[in-house]
């Protein structure tokens, strides 16, 4: 397996969410763990991807496989078990009357917040000054209102960017901090995300090509056996971030949290991750006939690396795929206590095939 390891620069800034930043709609949210819209197309024209053919994401993230396949009028599915990530991905991937959009957006722009009652959440308190919190809560309640699902999803959506936008909170790698600094009132964020989305989605021209967005564990898909043509995923990386807290604000104040996970964050669950992974590689092979992308990273510890891209590899081996080539996109390092480094570790794409 040693000379099927290549290095592939090319690679490098395709697998972050990086490019998205200034891609009209992929950038409707922002979300690290992702990958770019390049990679998907990088992978549409190495796997000679077409309009006949269907592809699957089952760790879909917010959307960036279906939304990418869409664009270039392909069949697409995007699973999550994630409610967060299935909410966005369907907003950025719905097809709206560009007519009854508008009318919507008029008639929430010409809102103003009222006084509301804010949840007993404490973490909630902590993220936002009170008259922000309120706000939100207000713009939520009239939102949800709302009797189309497409117009009322976009404006949510708006809402929970303008919501972060005007919070304390910060993103940083896998932690949450809380800074106390001057934020945008949330109407005048809330205006400029409904604005914003508006304007690219008028102006995308997206064909109208079937997408389907759900939740959906990873290890027991809802899909027919060889259903799918081709996949392009990530799965969560071992030992990295638990997705939940990274996002616990937009949790509290839109969603229910998910009730599965696959084993990633706690150092001890190194056993149950591969299980896990087995079980995901085994239903790729149940339900695809063709070929497959996966981007993975290596697995970072107090004292050791673990390589997590032959690892898997070796796991797909087993389960009956053939693996063309695990192409090292990035390489960096492994630190403990963020300042001694115990060694290199990889983030790879791994290329399999049917057999």
């Not at 592809?55 to 967060?84: N, R």
């Not at 564990?217 to 969560?236: E, M, N």
Request: aromatic share 10%.
């Amino acid at each position: 397996m040693q000379n099927l390891i290549k290095n592939a620069p090319e690679l490098k800034e395709l697998v972050t969410f990086v490019p998205n930043k200034i891609e009209p709609i992929h950038n409707w949210y922002y979300y690290k763990e992702g990958f770019s819209k390049k990679f998907v197309e990088w992978c549409i024209d190495k796997f000679g991807i077409t309009n006949k053919h269907v592809v699957l994401d089952q760790f879909c993230g917010v959307g960036t496989t279906p939304l990418t396949c869409k664009q270039h009028g392909i069949k697409s599915i995007g699973f999550d078990c994630s409610p967060l990530c299935t909410f966005v991905s369907r907003v950025k991937t719905t097809d709206y009357d560009l007519e009854e959009l508008e009318e919507v957006k008029n008639e929430v722009l010409s809102w103003s917040p009222e006084k509301s009652d804010v949840p007993n959440n404490n973490w909630l308190k902590i993220a936002f000054n009170k008259k922000v919190l309120e706000d939100i809560i207000s713009y939520k309640k009239r939102l949800f209102s709302m009797k189309n699902e497409d117009t009322r999803n976009f404006m949510i959506l708006a809402l929970m960017n303008a919501s972060m936008m005007s919070s304390y909170v910060e993103k940083d790698g896998a932690f949450l901090k809380v800074k106390k600094k001057h934020v945008p009132p949330l109407k005048k964020a809330f205006d400029y995300s409904v604005k914003k989305m508006f304007k690219e989605y008028s102006k995308s021209n997206i064909p109208n090509t079937e997408v389907r967005i759900d939740v959906c564990d990873a290890r027991d898909l809802d899909l027919k056996d060889k259903s799918v043509d081709f996949i392009i995923t990530s799965p969560p990386y071992l030992n990295k971030i638990e997705y939940t807290q990274i996002y616990r604000t937009e949790y509290a104040l839109f969603f229910d949290q998910p009730k599965t996970r696959i084993h990633s964050a706690i150092e001890n669950e190194e056993e149950h991750y591969f299980n896990d992974m087995r079980k995901v590689i085994e239903e790729m092979k149940r339900v695809c006939k063709g070929k497959v992308a996966v981007v993975i990273g290596g697995g970072c510890f107090p004292d050791r690396v673990v390589e997590v891209d032959r690892s898997f590899a070796r796991l797909a081996e087993q389960v009956g795929w053939k693996v063309d080539d695990i192409l090292v996109a990035r390489n960096s390092w492994c630190t403990r206590s963020k300042v001694m480094k115990v060694a290199r570790m990889r983030e790879s794409v791994i290329l399999l095939s049917s057999e």
